[in-house]
């Protein structure tokens, strides 16, 4: 078997043997049955096999799907507008968990609020009713531009009747 570090791929003899040399890269070693299943599980778990002075080494795992592998550096890197992509998706995500905790808030408060507006409220409806306008109000507050730093409210816990 043989490994090539710049394209993190394996080429079994098979392979060398039907394939132009021209198209094999330039940094194909011979590799034994140990570094195989090594870099096999290393590649498939989100790291980097890199040489360092002739000697293969294999990376922490890529931190997230936005740090790639500086090969000058031998390290994972995030780029400036990787960051900022990161930061918008992550306001995204905030916005979305909001949107979608205030809609299921209204789908438990409509029903309390019906009951309340029609005297028809029980003790525990009323006090439910208070609890998740408190929870929405809590929602509608949250600077979702601080994401990932936000602490989210609880949702009100459902009481035995």
Request: glycine share 0%; proline share 6%.
């Given at each position: 078997m043989r490994f090539s570090?710049?394209?993190?791929?394996?080429?079994?003899?098979?392979?060398?043997?039907?394939?132009?040399?021209?198209?094999?890269?330039?940094?194909?070693?011979?590799?034994?049955?140990?570094q195989y299943a090594s870099f096999f599980n290393a590649i498939n778990s989100d790291r980097v096999v890199y040489l360092v002075a002739n000697e293969y080494n294999i990376s922490?795992?890529?931190?997230?799907?936005?740090y790639s592998w500086d090969v000058t550096s031998k390290a994972w890197a995030i780029t400036d507008a990787a960051l900022?992509?990161?930061?918008a998706d992550l306001i995204?995500?905030?916005k979305l968990r909001r949107t979608t905790s205030l809609s299921a808030a209204g789908i438990?408060?409509?029903p309390l609020q019906d009951a309340v507006d029609l005297g028809m409220a029980t003790?525990?409806?009323?006090?439910?009713?208070?609890?998740?306008?408190k929870y929405r109000v809590l929602l509608m507050r949250i600077d979702?531009?601080?994401?990932?730093?936000?602490?989210?409210p609880t949702p009100p816990v459902e009481q035995a009747s």
């Open positions: 570090v710049n394209t993190q791929s394996f080429y079994d003899d098979e392979y060398e043997k039907n394939a132009i040399v021209d198209d094999l890269p330039s940094d194909i070693e011979v590799i034994n049955d140990e922490q795992p890529r931190p997230d799907k936005y900022a992509q990161k930061s995204a995500d905030a438990e408060i409509s003790d525990v409806e009323t006090r439910r009713l208070t609890e998740w306008k979702t531009s601080k994401a990932p730093d936000i602490e989210w």
